[in-house]
């Protein structure tokens, strides 16, 4: 790949903003006002704001392997807070997609070396629902509802951190759990009932 053409795209990007609002970076620099955290996979197939069909300055990103939230995570933790606390965002979105490559391979029996502890998360939320995961015949299949089952897992970690929980309090917070299928394009609201599925840990994460 030639480096040097990434700089030309930029030129050229600068000028098509510049012709359409003279002052649109002028603007752009003012500061950000978003209304969505989006937490999302760092796969290269797989962009934030372009799916969603939104503009720079409306949503935050976070991105790692597989979409995670572990709470070991000073990453996470950091945007999370960040967003919450400091940018007041009113939604949460964990997004994760079909054909995730840190999924699947957190499904494989292989050592991975550096990935291992981060993978080690995924295998977990197989743990949690390996009845119903090994209940499906179909490879494929298994691994497209481990993706859905690993967002819901994901949006939960969300819900437990206090910045979350604060949050929900003082103006209704709310976390969404979409998947995106890239054979489609298609992003897909996974419908999470979360007040079924925090029945069991609220009492423990619950703030007073």
């Known amino acids: 790949m030639d480096i040097q053409q990434i700089f030309r795209n930029n030129q050229e990007w600068?000028?098509?903003?510049?012709?359409?609002?003279?002052?649109?970076?002028?603007?752009?620099?003012?500061?950000?006002?978003?209304?969505?955290?989006?937490?999302?996979?760092?796969?290269?197939?797989?962009?934030?704001?372009?799916?969603?069909?939104?503009?720079?300055?409306?949503?935050?990103?976070?991105?790692?392997?597989?979409?995670?939230?572990?709470?070991?995570?000073?990453?996470?933790?950091?945007?999370?807070?960040?967003?919450?606390?400091?940018?007041?965002v009113n939604h949460i979105v964990i997004c994760g997609h079909y054909y995730c490559g840190g999924v699947k391979a957190a499904m494989q029996s292989e050592d991975l070396g550096i990935l291992n502890p981060w993978l080690r998360n995924i295998r977990d939320v197989y743990r949690l629902h390996k009845d119903e995961l090994n209940s499906i015949k179909e490879e494929e299949d298994r691994y497209k509802r481990l993706v859905e089952?690993?967002?819901?897992?994901?949006?939960?970690?969300?819900?437990?951190?206090?910045?979350v929980q604060r949050g929900y309090r003082d103006r209704h917070i709310t976390v969404h759990g979409w998947v995106w299928d890239m054979h489609t394009g298609k992003l897909i609201d996974l419908e999470?009932?979360?007040e079924k599925l925090l029945e069991n840990v609220m009492e423990i994460y619950h703030l007073k």
Request: glycine share 4%; net charge negative; hydrophobic share 40%.
């Open 149 to 163: 089952l690993n967002v819901q897992e994901q949006c939960l970690n969300v819900i437990k951190t206090a910045e």
């Open 192 to 194: 999470i009932d979360f």
């Open 14 to 88: 600068v000028q098509e903003k510049l012709k359409m609002d003279e002052k649109y970076f002028e603007n752009l620099s003012e500061g950000q006002n978003p209304d969505i955290l989006y937490i999302g996979c760092s796969d290269s197939r797989v962009t934030a704001e372009e799916l969603m069909g939104m503009k720079p300055g409306e949503v935050f990103v976070h991105r790692n392997i597989a979409n995670m939230v572990p709470n070991t995570d000073l990453s996470a933790m950091s945007v999370i807070d960040y967003a919450v606390v400091h940018l007041k």
